[in-house]
């Protein structure tokens, strides 16, 4: 039996390349073993046959934002749990070829609140980090939420102009009736709890909400538990 090597020690072999520049190809996407990419330089090889692909190039991967859906009731960690190539959005109109190290080191900020589903922003990027993190007070985050009880007259006049609350006072705050039964709110920054005190201020009860938007950057229609890449055009 043939003896097993790396496969970055084959292609340093097939190219002469440098170990690191191996790597930088395989965890590129750029190698395939008997015709299939492999992204893992540890990957063990005999006698399959090993080959670049054209356009092959040494370069790190670009450090890429996710936008993911989560299902409400997941912790951080079970929502990162849901990123695969298998999950990404089948409309995602993003021209990125899903790579492995896409799903490494991803930060977020801006948490959900309590409860919530919806729009969570995950990245590899400094700069998008930065962006969310020193403009958090800036960036308005909409979320459509599920209601019960019965609105108090002139509720919604009530939250624009603020609210008296035991113990204080809620500032104005952008809401509107979607439909029936939920309702839009526009806020910057929303502290936990903030949204279900301000729909309790008016004689409602909230039932599920889910975060739609993050500046200028919405949820469209993806679908809970998929996740798409943030465009090179969209900006929060």
Same mark, same amino acid.
């Given at each position: 039996m043939t003896?097993?090597?790396?496969?970055?020690?084959?292609?340093?072999?097939?190219? @002469?390349?440098s170990?690191?520049? =191996?790597?930088l190809y395989?965890?590129g %996407?750029w190698?395939?073993?008997?015709?299939?990419v492999v992204?893992?330089?540890q990957? +063990?090889?005999t *006698?399959?046959?090993?080959a670049? $692909?054209?356009?092959?190039a040494?370069?790190p991967?670009?450090?890429?934002?996710l936008l993911l859906?989560q299902?409400? !009731?997941?912790?951080?960690?079970?929502a990162?749990?849901l990123l695969s190539?298998?999950?990404r959005w089948s409309?995602?109109?993003?021209?990125?070829?899903v790579?492995?190290g896409? &799903? &490494?080191?991803? *930060?977020? =900020?801006?948490?959900?609140?309590?409860?919530?589903?919806? $729009?969570? #922003?995950l990245?590899?990027d400094w700069?998008?980090?930065?962006?969310?993190?020193?403009?958090?007070?800036?960036?308005?985050?909409?979320?459509v939420?599920?209601? %019960?009880?019965?609105?108090? *007259?002139? !509720?919604? *006049?009530?939250?624009?102009?603020?609210?008296r609350v035991? %113990?204080?006072?809620l500032p104005?705050?952008?809401a509107?009736?979607?439909n029936e039964?939920?309702?839009?709110? =526009? $806020?910057?920054? +929303?502290?936990?709890?903030?949204i279900a005190?301000?729909?309790?201020?008016?004689?409602?009860? #909230?039932l599920?909400?889910?975060?739609?938007?993050?500046g200028g950057v919405?949820m469209?229609? $993806?679908?809970? @538990?998929?996740?798409?890449?943030? %465009?090179?055009?969209?900006? &929060?």
């Amino acid at each position: 039996m043939t003896d097993s090597i790396r496969l970055s020690k084959r292609i340093i072999e097939l190219t @002469g390349c440098s170990r690191r520049e =191996a790597e930088l190809y395989i965890e590129g %996407g750029w190698v395939t073993v008997d015709g299939e990419v492999v992204e893992l330089p540890q990957f +063990p090889v005999t *006698d399959q046959a090993v080959a670049l $692909l054209p356009g092959a190039a040494p370069e790190p991967l670009e450090p890429c934002t996710l936008l993911l859906n989560q299902p409400a !009731g997941l912790r951080l960690e079970q929502a990162q749990r849901l990123l695969s190539p298998e999950s990404r959005w089948s409309e995602d109109r993003a021209e990125v070829r899903v790579r492995r190290g896409h &799903f &490494f080191r991803l *930060d977020t =900020a801006l948490p959900l609140q309590p409860g919530a589903s919806g $729009l969570l #922003v995950l990245t590899q990027d400094w700069r998008t980090l930065r962006k969310l993190n020193e403009d958090a007070r800036k960036l308005e985050q909409e979320y459509v939420v599920e209601v %019960g009880g019965t609105l108090v *007259d002139g !509720g919604l *006049d009530k939250l624009k102009r603020g609210v008296r609350v035991k %113990g204080g006072e809620l500032p104005p705050v952008k809401a509107s009736w979607q439909n029936e039964t939920h309702l839009r709110f =526009a $806020l910057k920054n +929303p502290r936990a709890g903030l949204i279900a005190e301000y729909c309790q201020a008016v004689g409602l009860k #909230v039932l599920g909400m889910k975060r739609i938007r993050i500046g200028g950057v919405p949820m469209g229609k $993806l679908p809970g @538990g998929q996740w798409r890449y943030l %465009g090179q055009a969209e900006r &929060f």
